[in-house]
């Protein structure tokens, strides 16, 4: 893949070194009403496409920057259903314990009249 990658970027600066040869000539470009910028067609097209470069890397770093939020707050919610989770085995086992405490007492009395008959 880094390969690929390579290629693909060495291509485009080849590309983009051809084209800045040949177009030199000075272009005005008007950026804001009254604000008029002129310099050659080459350069004026690398700075658009660094200005891209630059705001795509800045949207992945936004979109990487939710997701890493976003999985905080799913770890957080899974934590707290897997302590909740812990809190109830834990009632169950104790609500067991008193059941079966509850029902010696009872069978021993029984065993108990048994015996008297």
Same mark, same amino acid.
Do not use: F, H, M, W
């Given at each position: 893949m880094r390969q690929i990658n390579f290629l693909v970027i060495f291509a485009l600066c080849l590309v983009l070194a051809l084209f800045s040869l040949e177009n030199t000539t000075p272009v005005a470009i008007q950026v804001v009403g009254g604000v008029q910028?002129? !310099?050659? %067609? #080459? =350069? @004026? /097209? =690398?700075? !658009?496409m660094g200005l891209g470069g630059v705001l795509a890397w800045m949207f992945s770093i936004w979109a990487r920057?939710? +997701?890493? %939020?976003? #999985?905080?707050?799913?770890?957080? &919610? =899974? &934590?707290?259903k897997e302590q909740r989770i812990q @809190? /109830? &085995? &834990?009632?169950?086992?104790r609500y067991k314990v008193e059941l079966e405490e509850q029902q010696l007492p009872a069978l021993s009395a029984a065993e #108990?009249?048994? @015996? +008297? #008959?």
């Open positions: 910028v002129e !310099a050659p %067609l #080459s =350069i @004026e /097209l =690398i700075c !658009a920057l939710l +997701g890493y %939020l976003s #999985s905080r707050r799913v770890v957080s &919610q =899974i &934590q707290t @809190e /109830l &085995q &834990q009632d169950v086992e #108990s009249v048994k @015996e +008297g #008959s």
